[in-house]
């Protein structure tokens, strides 16, 4: 039986004790005990006094003082209950200093029946100690109205008192002094005891610890006096305090633990797939909470942890296919898909043309990025210049500064020009373009200024022959600077080396048939064709490819290698970054014909002129030299293809028959001279476009071409 009591009381024990530790950090807060409280409050008082104060022991022969006022300390010490967390009592014992000065001002008559006045001083020295029986009701945490009564009695009460001859500025009483009745800490007889009051205040509690075991309070209280100080006079007097009090709480609750409150978040995702169109998206699932709490020796540790199961709807990427094939596309229109690139190529030696212009962009003075500029003419070679007008234009300026390097005889004038309409023919604008091509050959090349004149106007600085378009293109075809050489050997031909160029193609076209590709889910397709390493031809565009036509043009051809096919990778994108590729191949065969040509390119010809120039007639002369006998001579006139096309037509003609009718002045064997294949209806020679003024200058131009067998 023992047994089992002991037992059974080890049980409770244990489950007293674990419920203890569980709960122990559970401490009360001061909003579960009424507070007791002792404290003390320092404050500065401002005593106000009022009256018809006339002292029997100090009487004045004027009327009775009436107001008068002070400052001193008040100090105090209490105990306070909390009657409930909204009321508390207090109880304060307290001394306050009610010290004021009264004075008031008196006409006389001195010696010799002189005016003046004399001022009648009454100095209080009263400290009232008391009691005060204060409730204070919380108005809204932490603010509190205080409010009761006082009772207490004056000590010390003394006075002083004199009478000061203020008026006139000389002068004494009859006592030979400046002062007369003077008096000093005479004890006031017949103040009243006990002296009462009504308080009224606000109090701002600030706890200073957590469990309130000391409360700062700023606070402001009003003491108004309900009867009079002195038993026979009517005295009465206010007080304003303002100050601080200081609370020792005796009851406090032990301060509460400190408290480590975490939260951890655990969340996992269900995925599950949806369309590749769909949007992705997360549906919240439900939240559980659970908490731990962990009590340490001085801390304790509150984790919330939630847990929770998203559902993600995840888009697939999508499967898509890409597909190719060529076909063959013919002058006739037939189409063939399985076809060989036949290109005819051709040994050619040709004398490319210089354009003596230097253009600008609008309002501008530096040159265009269009120019290959270098940092000195170490980096120039004449041989790095691809044999294509465009690219012998490009390097205008190092071709002469190299020129001139090697002619030091030979000088030039620079004629910068304005245009008319939306530069104004601005000189200013024309001089700096001129003297920008003259610091860059002087910088570069070394070449003396002396060696280099800039001629300019004064009124006007548009061009002698400007282009009259009312366009951009004619625009700028006039902001230029014209180069005028001494000698004419300075803007001779480019002579190219040897080089086999394409002549026919067949088939001129091919088209590319994405059937197959997929037609849902692509955003973009591009297509490349590539022989070896070099990117022939590519074309790109957005949405599902449709059929793709690509023109086979002999700069294209050129690139192609001999017995290298061609391969063709169409790629298509779709969404969710899905991608799919296919590829065809096309075989390419090049053969060389038995003949050679040799090429001379005029382009000194003015805007809508035929007239040939003296250089041009010097070039023409030299290409002649060594022409064989029994040769073909082919000229072929172009034109800008810009304005009234049977104008370019006809234009182009009279160039044709000017060249030709030098040719036959100066050849002197037979040869088979052929004039009239004109060409307006395709660019010239080594011209891609009529985009820049520099390329429909090279448009307008005469070619000469000889061929003869290898």
Avoid at 193 to 212: C, K, R
Avoid at 491 to 499: E, P
Wanted: charged share 20%; aromatic share 6%.
């Amino acid at each position: 039986m023992m047994r089992r009591f002991v037992v059974a009381a080890s049980i409770l024990a244990c489950f007293s004790i674990s419920t203890a530790t569980s709960q122990w950090w559970k401490v009360d807060t001061p909003e579960d005990v009424s507070l007791f409280q002792l404290g003390m409050s320092i404050n500065g008082g401002y005593a106000m006094h009022s009256g018809d104060i006339v002292l029997p022991q100090a009487p004045t022969c004027c009327g009775g003082y009436s107001t008068a006022q002070g400052i001193g300390p008040a100090l105090s010490i209490f105990l306070r209950q909390e009657l409930g967390k909204a009321l508390r009592l207090t109880l304060r014992g307290t001394y306050a200093s009610y010290d004021a000065t009264f004075s008031v001002d008196q006409a006389i008559f001195v010696t010799n029946a002189t005016e003046g006045v004399t001022r009648h001083t009454l100095d209080t020295r009263l400290g009232w100690v008391g009691g005060e029986l204060l409730f204070d009701w919380r108005i809204t945490s932490p603010l509190r109205l205080m409010f009761g009564g006082s009772a207490g009695f004056m000590s010390p009460a003394t006075f002083s008192q004199k009478e000061t001859l203020i008026v006139p500025g000389t002068g004494t009483f009859e006592n030979g002094r400046r002062t007369r009745n003077e008096l000093s800490n005479v004890e006031l007889e017949g103040m009243r005891s006990p002296i009462l009051g009504a308080v009224v205040g606000l109090g701002f509690d600030i706890p200073m610890t957590d469990n309130h075991s000391v409360v700062l309070t700023p606070e402001v209280l009003y003491t108004m006096g309900l009867n009079d100080l002195h038993t026979d006079l009517p005295w009465k007097a206010n007080l304003l305090r303002v100050g601080a009090s200081l609370a020792f709480s005796l009851n406090a609750p032990e301060p509460p633990m400190p408290v480590d409150r975490k939260r951890e978040s655990f969340i996992d995702s269900l995925i599950v797939d949806v369309n590749p169109d769909a949007q992705e998206r997360r549906a919240d699932g439900i939240e559980r909470i659970t908490i731990d709490t962990v009590v340490g020796e001085d801390l304790v540790t509150i984790t919330e942890r939630l847990y929770r199961t998203d559902t993600l709807f995840r888009p697939l990427p999508p499967e898509i296919n890409a597909a190719i094939a060529a076909r063959a596309v013919y002058p006739d229109g037939s189409q063939k898909s399985e076809f060989v690139i036949n290109v005819s190529t051709q040994f050619i030696t040709e004398a490319l043309p210089i354009l003596p212009v230097v253009f600008f962009e609008s309002q501008a003075i530096s040159l265009s990025f269009r120019y290959h500029q270098v940092a000195s003419s170490a980096e120039f070679k004449l041989s790095d210049v691809a044999p294509r007008t465009t690219a012998v234009h490009r390097d205008i300026l190092n071709i002469l500064g190299e020129r001139m390097t090697a002619m030091p005889e030979a000088s030039i004038r620079l004629r910068g020009t304005a245009d008319p309409t939306t530069e104004g023919g601005d000189c200013d604008l024309a001089r700096n373009r001129a003297q920008a091509v003259k610091n860059y050959l002087v910088r570069v090349w070394n070449i003396s200024e002396s060696r280099i004149t800039i001629e300019s106007g004064s009124a006007t600085c548009a061009p002698e022959r400007p282009t009259r378009q009312q366009s951009e293109s004619g625009y700028s075809e006039n902001r230029r600077v014209e180069i005028i050489p001494s000698d004419v050997r300075l803007l001779g031909s480019v002579a190219k080396r040897r080089f086999n160029e394409a002549r026919t193609i067949d088939p001129p076209k091919i088209t590319f048939d994405p059937l197959g590709t997929s037609q849902r889910y692509v955003t973009d397709w591009s297509l490349q064709a590539t022989s070896g390493a070099t990117v022939l031809f590519s074309q790109s565009g957005k949405g599902v490819p449709t059929e793709i036509t690509q023109p086979l043009t002999t700069i294209v051809a050129d690139a192609m290698q001999h017995a290298t096919p061609i391969n063709v990778s169409l790629r298509v994108g779709g969404i969710r970054n899905a991608t799919a590729s296919a590829v065809t191949t096309i075989p390419v065969r090049k053969d060389t014909v038995s003949t050679e040509l040799e090429r001379l390119t005029l382009t000194l010809f003015d805007i809508a002129s035929d007239q040939i120039t003296p250089i041009a007639q010097q070039q023409i002369s030299t290409f002649l030299e060594n022409l064989p006998a029994g040769s073909t001579v082919i000229v072929r006139g172009f034109a800008d293809m810009l304005g009234n096309a049977e104008f370019n037509k006809k234009l182009s003609q009279k160039r044709a028959d000017a060249v030709c009718g030098v040719i036959r002045a100066n050849v002197k064997k037979r040869v088979e001279l052929q004039c009239n294949e004109i060409r307006t209806d395709r660019f010239p020679p080594g011209i891609n476009s009529y985009e820049t003024p520099e390329e429909r200058f090279l448009s307008r131009t005469v070619q000469i071409e000889v061929k003869r067998g290898r």
